[in-house]
């Protein structure tokens, strides 16, 4: 486990403390990410605030909007969805949108290892990418740990998310998917938008992008390579993340 940084920051002495690198990640990256080179690999503070901001969505979205809400927008905003549950029994629907909120709860609840799990495959493809492409030298530890520390900017999505439940979004209308004002398919109606256009415009996403510069200063830096290929190695994956969300969504539509 030492590999990953969970170690205590005390077990390797003159590092930056948990504090000052969450918040050079936003003010001086280039800083915290050059720590995380020296071996001050530990990421539970980042962590933590990722999952908690999370729950704290998941409470707001619960008591304002209700998960069954939620789960029934889902269907409404997918036409062939909802085509398929016009088909079904009354018992069959409930059965159905129960299964729906039981698993849309269940993400929620278990945050933190689906967090865990994101950042442990994305990490494992990134050092990968890194190391045999780009002739990298880091190590799956730092580049985890790196990993984390670039998500931090999910952070303020997930609070913006919760101001704009806040500020009195219709129950109705309120899309999991795209939760926060923070790229041009928020703005669009997920029904009356072409599927493949409002899926473009989603990805388009202005945190997503912001951690992604994070993660190529951090990847580059932890790996001791060139900024642009750490620019490559990530935005490389990002491109064809969006192209394979596209394909699924003209494929579907």
Known sequence: MSDLGVQPAAEVAGGLSQWQRVSNTFTAP?????DIKRGHRS???PFLIVCLTGYILFAVIYTKIGMRTVSE???RFDPKAEERMSQLTPEQREKQMNISVGFTQGIFIGGPLVNLLIFAV???VLWGTINFVFAGKATFGGVFAAWVF???PWAIKTLLGIAVIYAGTAPESFNIRNFAPTNVGAFLSPTDTNKVIYSLASSLDFITIWCCVLM???VSIVAGVKRSSGYIAVFGWWIIMILGGVVFAAVTS
Request: proline fraction near 0%; glycine fraction near 10%.
């Open 43 to 45: 990421w539970w503070l």
């Open 73 to 75: 927008n889902q269907i």
């Open 122 to 124: 994305g990490s494992l």
């Open 216 to 218: 190529a200063i951090g």
């Open 150 to 152: 670039a998500s931090l």
């Open 30 to 34: 280039s800083k915290t990410f050059e």
